[in-house]
């Protein structure tokens, strides 16, 4: 199995950049309609963007942020409580929350990583590289 590319920081590829664009027109058309389903289709697109390229965040605390906003946006679209910005303040909360939960992995790669992370090179050689100097499998984001 070929060694994966070291490759930390800010990433993007062309599908990134199609969900973006195609998240962003689509909120704006369907917040003319629905104003808060539009903000919460550009609330979700902000936060893939924020999590996936930008912090590059593990799929376990990518999904506790998911339950925290689809929790609180249902009860919020179904009984009015918490209002729109209670449960867009609570849900950024969670944002900083799972970002600093991230930045002190010693597997974090996202953004300013040589910052908060000046040890991952040596983190990702132990990691992926077995005894018998075998490449093991990409450890997840």
Known sequence: ?????????????????FILVAGGLGSCL????????????????????????VFRISRGLELIWAAVFIILTQFTVVSGSPSWTTTALLSLTTTVLVVWFELRKPS??????????????????ATLVQPSGQAEETPSQ
């Open 108 to 125: 974090y790669h996202g953004v300013g990583w040589s910052r908060f992370n000046p040890n991952w090179r040596q983190w990702w050689d």
């Open 30 to 53: 369907v917040w003319s309609r629905i104003w808060w389903l539009g903000f919460v289709i550009a609330f979700a697109v902000g936060h893939f963007f924020l999590f996936c390229n």
């Open 1 to 17: 199995m070929p060694r994966p590319e070291f490759s930390p920081g800010f990433r993007i590829s062309a599908f990134d950049a």
